[in-house]
C-alpha cells in the first residue's frame, strides 16, 4: 500500500530555514512526479512545488528564489528546503504523488514561520 511520511517540520523564525522529507513506501517512487502543497487555516489547499520523475520542476511564484525541491530515488525520498522564510509560509505541509490518476497525500506536517 502506497505510503507517504513528511518530517521537518517545526517552529522557525523569519528569515530561518527547514527542510522538510517525504518518505515514499510501497510503490516505486522513481517513476512517479512528486509535489508539495501547503494549506494555511482558512485558506484552500496549494501547490507550493513540484518534480518531474525526470527531475524537472516548477514553483508557485511566492516561493520561487526561496525554495527548493528534490528527489533523491535511491532513498525513495523527496525533500523541500525552504529559505529566507516568512509569515506568510505558516501552514500545513504535504507531500503529493499522483500514480495512474489517484493521488496520495502524506498525513502533512506544521510549519509555524513566528517570531
Known amino acids: 500500500q502506497a505510503q507517504l511520511v513528511e518530517s521537518g517540520g517545526g517552529l522557525v523564525q523569519p528569515g530561518g530555514s527547514l527542510r522538510l522529507s517525504c518518505a515514499a513506501s510501497?510503490?516505486?517512487?522513481?517513476?512517479?512526479?512528486m509535489a508539495w502543497y501547503r494549506q494555511a487555516p482558512g485558506k484552500e489547499r496549494e501547490l507550493v512545488a513540484a518534480?518531474?520523475?525526470?527531475?524537472?520542476?516548477n514553483y508557485a511564484d511566492s516561493v520561487k528564489g526561496r525554495f527548493t525541491i528534490s528527489r533523491d530515488n535511491a532513498k525513495n525520498t523527496g525533500y523541500l528546503q525552504m529559505n529566507s522564510l516568512k509569515p506568510e509560509d505558516t501552514a500545513v505541509y504535504y507531500c503529493?504523488?499522483?500514480?495512474?490518476?489517484?493521488?496520495?497525500w502524506g498525513q502533512g506536517t506544521q510549519i509555524t514561520v513566528s517570531s
Open positions: 503529493n504523488v499522483v500514480r495512474w490518476g489517484t493521488p496520495s
Open positions: 510501497g510503490f516505486m517512487f522513481s517513476i512517479h512526479d
Open positions: 518534480i518531474t520523475s525526470g527531475g524537472r520542476t
